[in-house]
């Protein structure tokens, strides 16, 4: 069993930043990959950023390359996302889901099905 609890979220203008915080509570924690994912009212689940297992391999969305960090602090079973120069169309609720490291991936990492347990979303509001 693997829970996931996000935290970080909240409201800022354009052009912020916020540190998004993902605490995972499982055993065997390290043999999960984690991925960063957003859903906005009436969106799919896309991804935005990923880091696998062992914490050497990141990807990121073209949409927020070069703006977000994700990286992954494995003695204390967190993960976090650092979001910078955050733009209107980034608000959304944001989930932190996790795959095990072992399996496959059908569509490469950002394919919201593709992972096994989320956790319950952390609310990420940007503003003009």
């Known amino acids: 069993q693997v829970q996931l609890v996000e935290s970080g979220g909240g409201s800022v203008q354009a052009g912020g930043s916020l540190r998004l915080s993902c605490s995972a509570s499982v055993a065997d924690y390290s043999d999960f990959d984690i991925g960063w994912f957003r859903q906005s009212p009436g969106k799919e689940r896309e991804g935005a950023a990923f880091?696998?297992?062992?914490?050497?391999?990141?990807e990121y969305a073209e949409h927020v390359k070069g703006r977000f960090t994700i990286s992954r602090d494995n003695a204390k079973k967190m993960i976090h996302l650092q979001m910078n120069s955050l733009k209107l169309q980034d608000t959304a609720m944001y989930y932190c889901?996790?795959?095990?490291?072992?399996?496959?991936?059908?569509?490469?990492?950002?394919?919201?099905?593709?992972?096994?347990?989320w956790g319950q979303g952390t609310q990420v509001t940007v503003s003009s």
């Open positions: 880091v696998d297992f062992g914490g050497g391999r990141t």
């Open positions: 889901g996790a795959h095990w490291g072992f399996s496959s991936f059908t569509e490469g990492w950002s394919k919201a099905s593709d992972y096994n347990y």
